[in-house]
């Protein structure tokens, strides 16, 4: 991915290096002029026999040397010879295929293997480039140093690693030196001072963290027009006694460190500078009068500090430049008029700041605009008339801020070169005709949030180049149209979710010959009111979301010999009958397969268990039976699951026990019987109204080891909120701040045992239910740790034993229930226990006295210190397996409905799991709301 990326800078900076910037033009590099592939210029043989030794080294896969043979050396491909002599002086091994241009991110065209030192013998060698290749794990070779001819080295993009050899600062002749894009780091850039002739430096993501005095080395070099230290972690001195590089036209130094987050004075003395990078560098202080002497430049780019109001006035007077990016930074308050001054400006990005008031219409002065961004603030108003002057503006983007108005016809008449547009989140109407006729073809529709409809926007249908389409939230009321459907198979991403669009959804065919950017595609129709049956499945869309829409009949199987890209299929809340396709296995990239409330029947297929990509699975709320496959648990990358409000039957799998990344486990709601294996309390889980029987496990506390660990994930973002609906309150969880478990309740299962003083560690508690069970014992002393629990429901079991003198410390409790227990001796009082005055929360305890109940003390005996005086059930109490040994299972769940139950996730809503298949490997998390309701 960083190389997809950078593979665009470099090339930026190379269209920088050769172009007409006068400055630039200076580097001549001596092969350039004489070198050339003179066929009939003879070979030296020598020379000859080192190319091909050089070769032998070399991994070829492409075959880009097969030129190499003969003994014509100087018509070899990349090898050029002085034209009197015949001695090599370039090798030009740059690959010009883009790195990771291709979709199975293959190094294409790459050169790999080693590199010989039988290079050195080419002894005239001025010209090295080895650029955009694959030498991976090896180092740059020290022998490069004794090429003592070289201008020109190139060595970026080549996936050297380690430590850049300090012999190459014996290239006293050297004038261009790239190492960008490599895994390469120094300690000491001292070697630096030696290349006395260096005009270009390009160190970009060369790690220089170590290397403290690197400046000073560098500021050796007088001759130095051209300086990239991106991304280096450089320390930038605050003193340097004299800035010898005063000759700098480009310098780049976004991502390093600055002492003090200060740019340094001596800045100020670099007043030749055309183009000048500082991103990404935290830096606040606005430089006084820094660009006032920079009389030259043109590019600047501050993005990514913490830059304020006074920078941005400051720039005002800064008129040569073309390109202005202070993107990201602090600046408030109104975008001064004084912007008009930057006549010249063509790129402007403020995006990202706290700007406030409206647009100045001086922003329509700068008539050679071509990219406006100002997204991702707080401007209010209307935009004003003279923006709409800007006809060579391509990229027009205000959206997300508090823009208001009506835009018609009229404001994009002059806009004919646009080619994204993005209005998103503004309080705008787009209020056109139907038969409007852009001027524009725009790439990029954003319009989310601001009201394009009531009717489907048929002015799309001239736009035959679109590939991103945001209308989500749009105010669309209407049929989608049949000509939609063709332009749609060029979208990329299309997210039209929560309008009111009716209609059959898409047919999703393929195109034949689709360029890759469209292999793969984003489709969001949720939320709408389509109706019908999907009749295919997409073969080349990756994310479909047709949730909480009307859809019916049988969800589509694959076709023999089909494969899909899917990777997230939301079918959620619509009404699709049939069963579960096993066609569905096919979607091998699935990591997110939502089903749920829908009125599927049948089994589960057992083939669900192949999709090991799967990370979310909802089925909840179907009409799905028999057991739960045990080929679930091959489900390793598994994070959340929800089976809930089904009719599945028999035992939890014990394969399940294999989930390791589980942290969501919803199986409420169905005819489950089962012992409650001890794994389970390693995960939050609603095991409500099963009949579950068993011991409670004894590890339930690493629930909250469990919980805390979400974050080392990195699978949830932290934004993430979990909304519980608990007795008309409104409770929200901040996933980022829930460190224990609050929440537990496993009532109505066919628990036996006694309650584990475990579950008193979970200090963080606030509810707890044990009701309807056969839970046995004291109730723990140590029941005192649970300082804030409001909620205690230990009803409806078989504890015995006085009530701990603790519980009247739990002075949030405010809903106490041990009804129908075998408690006795007398009910503590005091404190909180005192405002607990209903004496039905204690009743059906025949051996409970003291208030609230009627009867008083005396009339009992005390109990024994170590259990009950039960005599008229002549068990003791390590004797009560025979009361529940005989009761069937469903006992507890038939007598006695009471509340659902849950733990953490009850109907978590949860979270979509998005890969966003670019060049990179990572894994993007996007997520919506995590929700929860107690019934
Ligand atoms: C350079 O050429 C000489 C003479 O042909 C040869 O002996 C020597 O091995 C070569 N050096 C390398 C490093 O290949
Ligand atoms: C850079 O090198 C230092 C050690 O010199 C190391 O601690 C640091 O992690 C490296 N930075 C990166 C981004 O690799
Ligand atoms: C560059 O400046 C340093 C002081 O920072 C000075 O010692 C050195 O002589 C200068 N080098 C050249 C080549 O001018
Ligand atoms: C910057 O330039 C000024 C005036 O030319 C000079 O006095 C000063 O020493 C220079 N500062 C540095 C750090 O080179
Ligand atoms: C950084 O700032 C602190 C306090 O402002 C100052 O004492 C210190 O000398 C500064 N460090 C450098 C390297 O300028
Ligand atoms: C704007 O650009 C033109 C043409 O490149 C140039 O002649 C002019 O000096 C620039 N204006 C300013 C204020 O730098």
């Known amino acids: 991915m960083e190389h997809h990326l950078l593979c665009a800078s470099s090339s930026l900076l190379l269209l920088f290096l050769f172009s007409s910037i006068p400055v630039t033009s200076q580097f001549t590099f ?10 009939n210029v003879s070979c030296i043989e020598n020379e000859r026999q080192a190319l091909l030794l050089f070769k032998h080294g070399l991994i070829d896969e492409s075959n880009r040397l097969s030129s190499w043979i003969g003994e014509a050396c100087c018509s070899w491909e990349g ?52 650029s955009v290749n694959n030498f991976s794990t090896f180092q740059v070779p020290a022998f490069l140093g004794l090429l003592k001819n070289l201008r020109y080295l190139n060595l970026s993009n080549a996936g050297f690693d380690g430590e850049i050899p300090y012999h190459l600062g014996n290239l006293s002749h050297l004038r261009y030196l790239d190492l960008r894009w490599n895994w390469l780091r120094t300690k000491d850039l001292g070697w630096v001072a030696g290349l006395s002739s260096l005009e270009g430096l390009v160190l970009s993501n060369v790690n220089l963290t170590a290397a403290r005095d690197g400046l000073q080395s560098i500021n050796m070099l007088p001759s130095l027009t051209m300086l990239d230290l991106d991304s280096c972690g450089l320390f930038i001195h605050p003193h340097l006694s004299h800035v010898n590089f005063t000759s700098l036209a480009f310098l780049d130094l976004s991502g390093n460190n600055f002492s003090n987050y200060t740019a340094p004075p001596w800045l100020h003395n670099l007043t030749g ?3 000048f990078r500082l991103g990404h560098n935290n830096l606040s202080d606005p430089i006084h009068g820094l660009f006032d002497q920079m009389t030259s430049l043109v590019h600047l780019d501050l993005s990514s500090n913490r830059f304020d109001a006074s920078m941005l006035k400051s720039l005002c007077n800064a008129s040569s430049l073309t390109y202005l990016d202070l993107s990201f930074n602090n600046v408030q308050g109104s975008i001064p008029s004084e912007i008009g001054q930057l006549i010249n400006l063509t790129y402007l990005d403020l995006s990202s700041n706290d700007l406030q008031g409206s647009i100045p219409s ?17 401007l209010n108003g209307t935009i004003p008339t003279d923006l709409w002057q800007l006809t060579k503006l391509q990229d027009f983007d205000v959206g997300d801020n508090s823009l208001a108005g009506v835009l018609s016809e009229d404001h994009f008449a002059k806009l004919g070169e646009l080619k994204s547009l993005d209005l998103t989140g503004n309080s705008l109407a787009l209020n056109v005709s139907s038969s409007w006729v852009p001027p524009f073809q725009l790439h990029e529709i954003w319009m989310g949030s601001i009201i394009v409809g009531p009717r489907f926007p048929a002015w799309l249908r001239t736009q035959k180049e679109v590939w991103v389409l945001d209308m989500r939230n749009a105010s669309i009321s209407d049929a989608i149209p049949s000509w939609f459907r063709v332009l749609c198979h060029n979208i990329t991403s299309l997210d039209l979710s929560s309008n009111s669009l009716t209609g059959n959804p898409l047919e999703f065919k393929q195109l034949k010959h689709r360029p890759s950017r469209y292999r793969y595609r984003d489709i969001s129709l949720s939320s709408n009111k389509l109706d019908g049956s999907l009749k295919s499945f997409p073969l080349d869309i990756s994310v479909l979301d047709l949730s909480h829409n009307f859809l019916t009949g049988h969800i589509p199987q694959l076709e023999v010999g089909q494969t899909s890209v899917v990777h997230t299929l939301l079918l959620n809340d619509n009404r699709f009958i049939g069963t579960i396709p096993e066609g569905l296995c096919k979607l091998e990239n699935l990591s997110e397969l939502d089903l749920s409330n829908n009125l599927l ?203 701990p003198e603790s519980l009247s410390d739990l002075y949030s409790l405010n809903s106490l229930n041990l009804s129908h227990n075998k408690l006795s001796g ?13 004496p039905s929360i204690y009743e059906g305890n025949s051996g409970l006295c003291g208030k609230p109940l009627p009867n008083s003390c005396w009339e009992h005996k005390l109990p024994t210190k170590n259990g009950p005086i039960d005599d008229d059930e002549g068990h003791s109490e390590s004797d009560w397996s025979w009361f529940y040994a005989g009761i069937g299972p469903g006992f507890a769940v038939g007598l006695l409905g009471v509340l659902g139950i849950l733990l953490f996730k009850k109907s978590w809503r949860y979270a979509y799991f998005k890969f966003v298949e670019s060049a990179c490997d990572k894994i993007w998390v996007k997520t919506t709301r995590l929700r929860r309701k107690f019934r």
């Open 273 to 275: 500078l055309h183009d």
């Open 362 to 378: 001086e922003i329509g002065q700068l008539s050679k605009l071509t990219i406006l961004l100002l997204h991702f603030n707080k």
């Open 30 to 39: 001596g092969s350039s002029k004489q070198a050339h592939n003179y066929a």
């Open 601 to 803: 029947s049948g089994r589960v297929p057992l083939c669900l268990g192949n999709l090991q990509f799967l990370m979310g699975l909802n089925l909840a709320n179907n009409n799905l039976s028999g057991q739960i496959p045990s080929s679930l648990g091959n489900l390793w990358r598994l994070l959340s699951l929800h089976l809930n409000g089904n009719k599945f039957v028999g035992k939890l799998p014990a394969s399940m026990q294999h989930l390791r990344n589980l942290t969501a486990l919803d199986i409420g709601d169905n005819g489950l019987t089962d012992i409650i294996p001890a794994w389970i309390g390693e995960r939050e889980e609603n095991l409500a109204h099963n009949n579950l029987s068993g011991f409670i496990p004894h590890c339930f506390n690493n629930i909250s080891a469990m919980v805390s660990g979400l974050h080392g994930h990195g699978r949830v973002d932290s934004q993430e909120r979990l909304e519980d609906i608990k007795g008309g309150r409104e409770l929200e969880y901040y996933l980022s701040s829930l460190r224990f478990v609050e929440s537990l309740s496993l009532s109505a299962n066919n628990l036996v045992g006694e309650i584990p003083d475990e579950i008193m560690e979970l200090v963080q508690l606030q509810f707890l239910n044990l009701s309807q069970n056969y839970l046995t014992g004291k109730i723990p002393d140590k029941i005192g740790n649970l300082k804030r629990i409001e909620t205690l429901d230990l009803s409806m079991n078989a504890l015995f034993g006085a009530i």
């Open 79 to 130: 090898v050029g010879c002085h034209k009197i002599t015949g001695s090599v002086l370039k090798l030009d091994l740059r690959n010009m295929v883009p790195l990771y241009s291709d979709e199975d991110y293959h190094c294409t065209n790459c050169l790999g293997g080693q590199l010989t030192p039988s290079l050195v013998n080419l002894t005239d060698l001025q010209y090295l480039d080895l």
């Open 826 to 838: 007398p009910i503590p009082s005091g404190n909180q226990l005192q405002t607990l005055t209903d």
